[in-house]
């Protein structure tokens, strides 16, 4: 799968849950860990906490740490 097709997978799965997404959520939608690894290093995502991650683009928030520990 192409990046542009598992960041589209992956923004689409965030959308619906505050900017963030978990590992195995990824890994349902075919996105390789080696792949979020890609798009972590090219700044698209950062890591919240071990096993979810947030898109940059969206909006941090003072529960982003409750949302991410209620996700994981």
């Given at each position: ?6 960041l589209?997978?992956?923004s689409?799965l ?28 090219d700044?698209v995502?950062r ?23 209620w996700?994981a």
């Amino acid at each position: 799968m192409s990046r542009s097709d598992s960041l589209v997978r992956l923004s689409e799965l965030a959308a619906d849950q505050w900017g963030l997404f978990t590992t195995a959520q990824a890994r349902r939608l075919e996105v390789s860990p080696n792949e979020l690894l890609r798009l972590g290093d090219d700044q698209v995502l950062r890591q919240v906490r071990h096993g979810v991650y947030a898109l940059v683009g969206a909006p941090a928030s003072p529960l982003e740490n409750v949302r991410a520990e209620w996700l994981a």
